[in-house]
């Protein structure tokens, strides 16, 4: 995906990025409808000093691509972390078609 296709939401270090193809309604669900749930779940769980949730999908909400960095996350192996992830998302997950997360700890400088 070019990253012309998207248009980057911020605030603070929380980025909601849509597919243009779902700004315009291409799709009949609302296009941040599911984006903003899983980041607000993302943000009381884990507390992140940055976290991108993109729904991959064309806007239906049906696959989402995640990307978190957590302290929650530092001395755990990677698949515990998306493990994690996974827990904290079970409910929204249970709608979904898939999910893609990618997981970091903060730099420790």
Do not use: W
């Amino acid at each position: 995906m070019a990253s012309s296709m998207f248009q980057r939401l911020c605030v603070g270090a929380v980025r909601v990025s849509r597919p243009i193809s779902a700004q315009r309604g291409f799709c009949a669900s609302t296009p941040d409808s599911g984006e903003q749930k899983i980041t607000e779940v993302l943000q009381k769980t884990f507390t992140p000093t940055d976290l991108e949730v993109v729904d991959i999908s064309g806007g239906c909400g049906s696959m989402y691509a995640i990307r978190i960095e957590s302290e929650s996350f530092r001395g755990k192996r990677q698949v515990e972390q998306h493990k994690m992830v996974n827990k904290a998302l079970a409910d929204e997950i249970k709608a979904m078609h898939g999910l893609r997360i990618s997981t970091f700890v903060p730099d420790s400088s």
